[in-house]
């Protein structure tokens, strides 16, 4: 499996999950608090944040019901900018939702890195090719979506030239219960396209996107927000800060807790093998001469390890050289 580089950092087997906060409308058009959610998002420890764009014209009709939501999410283009900058600024990397050719154009303009297409669009072949041609690395969300589906989104992007493709695993509802994540499918994606699959999370609490490291995970995309309480466009599956940073801590600590596939003691491991391991000792205080057998010794701890089980049964049927006392080990030196 080929790895893909976004903004720098590559996504795939044996790297960092690559994690993206996303903020998508919660700043519900007002471009300070898109500012102070880039911030925000920064100082969780995230790798990149990631809003919605949307040219309302273009992306729906008039009396669509959500068109006149659409029209107030519009940032201008030197606002997206701004937002773009302050991302590189504060350290974090800047990615967008492309829901439209002008959306697209728009991104294109300003320099965002690589974008992440809907999964309402993996039927559109015109917005998948428009993208693809920009040559940047490209998201696809997969919910709502079948193999076949995926497997067409895939071929129009890399027929149009560009095979910089991450999918992105996830059950499109809001928010999203744990019944219906079936993170198997994660591996599955790898086993059936050979690609980099991650995870996108729309519950409430951060246990799916947990577990889907575990399940094999190489991104992970959860909604935040600086104000939950706000309840903007997007807040109901969204983190705060505080439960963000939280998340990004613990998924990095379920990196190193996965650790290698291959079962071997650890240094810190073998350390505790001589207080732990049980060696061989007179189960009473037993004369020269005496003929060792099982019903003759006990295996216990003790500091230093000596004889232990597997090696005792070399050891009975043999005689003692000396006079052995209760508790006692027994080595090969005190038989004849």
């Known amino acids: 499996m080929k790895p893909v580089v976004l903004d720098g950092k590559r996504v795939g087997p044996g790297e960092p999950v690559y994690i993206i906060a996303e903020g998508a409308n919660n700043h519900a058009g007002d471009h300070a608090i898109a500012m102070e959610m880039v911030r925000a998002a920064a100082a969780t420890g995230a790798d990149a944040v990631k809003f919605q764009c949307m040219d309302a014209d273009a992306f729906a009709v008039p009396d669509y019901e959500w068109y006149g939501v659409y029209q107030k999410l519009r940032f201008t283009k030197q606002e997206w900018k701004d937002l773009r900058f302050c991302a590189s600024d504060n350290g974090i990397s800047f990615c967008v939702d492309v829901l439209d050719p002008p959306s697209v154009d728009l991104q294109v303009a300003i320099g965002t890195p690589f974008f992440r297409l809907h999964a309402g669009d993996l039927v559109n072949p015109y917005l998948l090719e428009h993208a693809a041609r920009t040559g940047v690395p490209l998201l696809l969300h997969t919910g709502m979506t079948t193999l076949g589906e995926i497997e067409f989104a895939i071929e129009r992007i890399t027929a149009a030239g560009n095979d910089q493709i991450v999918l992105l695993h996830g059950f499109q509802d809001h928010p999203s219960h744990y019944a219906d994540m079936h993170l198997r499918v994660i591996r599955s994606y790898q086993e059936i396209f050979d690609r980099p699959v991650g995870f996108n999370d729309h519950t409430t609490d951060s246990v799916?996107?947990?577990?889907?490291?575990?399940?094999?995970?190489?991104?992970?995309?959860?909604?935040?927000?600086?104000?939950?309480?706000?309840?903007?466009?997007?807040?109901?599956?969204?983190?705060?800060?505080?439960?963000?940073?939280?998340?990004?801590?613990?998924?990095?600590?379920?990196?190193?807790s996965l650790g290698e596939a291959i079962r071997r003691p650890t240094a810190k491991e073998l350390a505790w093998r001589e207080s732990t391991r049980k060696t061989l000792v007179a189960r009473e205080d037993l004369a020269e001469g005496t003929l060792l057998t099982l019903e003759h010794v006990d295996f216990k701890r003790r500091v230093p390890l000596g004889i232990g089980p597997l090696e005792a049964e070399r050891l009975l049927g043999k005689r003692l050289r000396r006079a052995v006392h209760r508790n006692e080990p027994i080595g090969p030196e005190d038989l004849a």
Not at 218 to 244: C, N, Q
Request: proline share 2%; charged share 30%.
């Open 208 to 256: 799916a996107a947990l577990a889907s490291v575990g399940a094999g995970s190489m991104a992970i995309e959860k909604h935040f927000t600086t104000d939950r309480a706000a309840k903007r466009y997007d807040w109901v599956s969204a983190l705060e800060p505080g439960e963000f940073k939280k998340m990004v801590e613990d998924i990095r600590n379920a990196e190193v």
